[in-house]
């Protein structure tokens, strides 16, 4: 099985103006001031405070990081294995290295991304990733080594930020939010005036012992979690797409949802919020993909209850050779957060018939559990 993907990106000069008095550290003069008044940088300590937690199970991760003081020496330090993904122009890094090295974590498909710095990290770290449309693409933890810290993607500590990750690591379901990446104006911070605004949202695992200030989940029930669920995946249907769904009553709540007829023990297709095909055998999706092959096709799949299998029970329809046309990219996780508790902990389970396609679905995924809330799990051969 392949290793976990942990990005890393350290701001090497974060919270470089906290400890002079100047409430911030962006921009080229105001760390030249910050140097001239002493200030040494703390990014570095701090995300080697994080990542010490993850010494313990180094074996089960690799480390994806950008060269010298952007992470590759926290990694040094600290004897875990990595890979380099960038290597900076210059030696005094600025935030374009930031936006750059997240391109470079998408590349690479990280799991989780550690990024330690301030709000001006996060805002740059958001900017990256909505800039590649990729916002829903990874998973983040803050390291808070800024001045500012008012996001709410930053854990409370360094410590528990690394405590976290070791648990996700380490196969802990953990349900997924939406948190403000927020920002005030330094100039008018330092004049005694905070002007606060919010640039965005980026996704951070919900737990209120090691996240700061997250926002709350709604109480579950389970019909209203399916409803929940399927009013998110039709939110998201995007014009001219093949949705293949099915087959449960998780996917069925979404033909509810849409006002169409559905096969609850088979798949079947949805364009433009329109049924296109009912209750298809492998050959009729083969054949739907041909039809259509112009455009970008979709798995819709949910998690058998107890059992925890993906692929290869009551959907088999959904072929090794459907799955591999459609992308393993294009695959939406649905379940329950209950269903996903009732598994105490253990992986999710595929049994397409083709080992090697086994193989490249296992992993962390991210499993839509209610109205735009999400866990990342494992899934396992």
Same mark, same amino acid.
């Given at each position: 099985?392949?290793?976990?993907?942990?990005?890393?990106?350290?701001?090497?000069?974060?919270?470089?103006? *906290?400890?002079?008095?100047?409430?911030?550290?962006?921009?080229?003069?105001?760390?030249?001031?910050?140097?001239?008044?002493?200030?040494?940088?703390?990014?570095?300590?701090?995300?080697?405070?994080?990542?010490?937690?993850?010494?313990?199970?180094? *074996?089960?991760?690799?480390?994806?990081?950008?060269?010298?003081?952007?992470? +590759?020496?926290?990694?040094?330090?600290?004897?875990?294995?990595?890979?380099?993904?960038?290597?900076?122009?210059?030696?005094?890094?600025?935030?374009?290295?930031?936006?750059?090295?997240?391109?470079?974590?998408?590349?690479?498909?990280?799991?989780?991304?550690?990024?330690?710095?301030?709000?001006?990290?996060?805002?740059?770290?958001?900017?990256?990733?909505?800039?590649?449309?990729?916002?829903?693409?990874?998973?983040?933890?803050?390291?808070?080594?800024?001045?500012?810290?008012?996001?709410?993607?930053?854990?409370?500590?360094?410590?528990?930020?690394?405590?976290?990750?070791?648990?996700?690591?380490?196969?802990?379901?953990?349900?997924?939010?939406?948190?403000?990446?927020?920002?005030?104006?330094?100039?008018?911070?330092?004049? *005694?005036?905070?002007?606060?605004?919010?640039?965005?949202?980026?996704?951070?695992?919900?737990?209120?012992?090691?996240?700061?200030?997250?926002?709350?989940?709604?109480?579950?029930?389970?019909?209203?979690?399916?409803?929940?669920?399927?009013?998110?995946?039709?939110? &998201?249907? +995007?014009?001219?797409?093949?949705?293949?769904? %099915?087959?449960?009553?998780?996917?069925?709540?979404?033909?509810?949802?849409?006002?169409?007829?559905?096969?609850?023990?088979?798949?079947?297709?949805?364009?433009?919020?329109?049924?296109?095909?009912?209750?298809?055998?492998?050959? +009729?999706?083969?054949?739907?993909?041909? &039809?259509?092959?112009?455009?970008?096709?979709?798995?819709?799949?949910?998690?058998? %209850?107890? +059992?925890?299998?993906?692929?290869?029970?009551?959907?088999?329809?959904?072929?090794?050779?459907?799955?591999?046309?459609?992308?393993?990219?294009?695959?939406?996780?649905?379940?329950?957060?209950?269903?996903?508790?009732?598994?105490?902990?253990?992986?999710?389970?595929?049994?397409? %018939?083709?080992?090697?396609?086994?193989?490249?679905?296992?992993?962390?995924?991210?499993?839509?559990?209610?109205?735009?809330?999400?866990?990342?799990?494992?899934?396992?051969?």
């Amino acid at each position: 099985m392949s290793l976990f993907k942990l990005g890393l990106i350290v701001n090497p000069v974060a919270g470089i103006g *906290g400890r002079v008095g100047l409430k911030g550290s962006d921009g080229k003069a105001i760390r030249e001031t910050a140097f001239e008044r002493g200030a040494s940088a703390l990014a570095a300590e701090r995300s080697a405070q994080a990542l010490q937690s993850l010494v313990a199970c180094k *074996g089960l991760f690799e480390v994806f990081t950008i060269a010298g003081a952007m992470g +590759q020496q926290v990694a040094q330090q600290l004897n875990l294995p990595y890979q380099l993904l960038l290597q900076p122009a210059t030696e005094q890094t600025e935030a374009s290295d930031t936006r750059q090295a997240v391109e470079e974590m998408l590349k690479a498909e990280v799991d989780l991304l550690l990024f330690a710095g301030g709000d001006g990290t996060a805002r740059d770290v958001y900017k990256a990733l909505a800039e590649c449309h990729a916002l829903e693409s990874v998973s983040v933890i803050g390291i808070p080594a800024g001045c500012k810290i008012h996001s709410s993607v930053y854990a409370v500590s360094p410590r528990h930020a690394g405590e976290l990750a070791a648990a996700i690591i380490q196969g802990q379901a953990v349900r997924l939010v939406e948190a403000d990446v927020m920002d005030i104006d330094e100039v008018a911070f330092r004049q *005694g005036v905070v002007k606060a605004r919010r640039y965005g949202g980026l996704w951070v695992p919900q737990d209120n012992q090691h996240m700061q200030g997250l926002k709350q989940g709604a109480i579950e029930h389970s019909s209203l979690a399916l409803q929940n669920m399927a009013l998110t995946v039709i939110e &998201q249907m +995007q014009p001219d797409v093949l949705y293949f769904v %099915g087959s449960g009553s998780t996917p069925a709540a979404i033909m509810q949802e849409l006002g169409l007829e559905n096969s609850l023990l088979g798949i079947d297709l949805v364009i433009n919020h329109q049924l296109i095909g009912s209750d298809l055998t492998e050959q +009729q999706i083969l054949n739907y993909l041909d &039809q259509y092959s112009a455009l970008e096709a979709r798995i819709i799949v949910t998690v058998i %209850g107890g +059992q925890g299998i993906v692929f290869g029970r009551g959907n088999q329809q959904l072929s090794p050779e459907v799955i591999r046309r459609i992308g393993l990219k294009n695959i939406d996780y649905l379940a329950t957060a209950e269903k996903i508790r009732q598994l105490e902990g253990r992986a999710l389970r595929l049994d397409t %018939g083709d080992e090697a396609l086994n193989a490249e679905l296992s992993g962390m995924v991210r499993i839509l559990t209610g109205y735009d809330e999400y866990m990342l799990y494992k899934i396992s051969i």
